[in-house]
């Protein structure tokens, strides 16, 4: 991964269901699931500032490199625009579950695992 933008033609969807009954829908490429901060506030019933927060402690202390797990990937909306978004890899996921000391990180890894 890294900070080439990227479209969208090649990505697939699936559905996780956290454990508040919020279904998510999971972008994946090439086995790979993609999550945005909204995703991931969401994932784990938190505001999108806390996600944007943690991330970025977690690409300042270098735990994890930005540019190696994420990605831009651009896409046209229903408006006809087209839009850049990042998305982040499942490292990110488990790194911010245990930041987040998160029992729906534990769930969603298991899911992962099932899947």
Do not use: C, P
Not at 62 to 86: C, F, M, P, Q, W
Not at 89 to 99: A, I, K, M, N, T
């Amino acid at each position: 991964m890294n900070d080439e933008i990227r479209f969208s033609d090649d990505l697939t969807f699936d559905e996780y269901k956290n454990s508040v009954g919020e279904n998510i829908t999971l972008v994946i490429r090439d086995k790979d699931i993609l999550l945005t901060a909204k995703m991931l506030a969401k994932l784990y019933g938190v505001d999108i500032s806390t996600i944007r927060k943690q991330s970025r402690d977690i690409f300042d202390s270098k735990v994890l490199n930005k540019k190696s797990v994420s990605e831009i990937i651009a896409h046209r909306a229903d408006d006809g625009k087209l839009y850049e978004t990042r998305y982040y890899d499942e490292s990110v996921v488990v790194e911010l579950g245990l930041r987040l000391r998160s029992d729906e990180a534990k769930k969603f890894q298991e899911w992962l695992v099932a899947r």
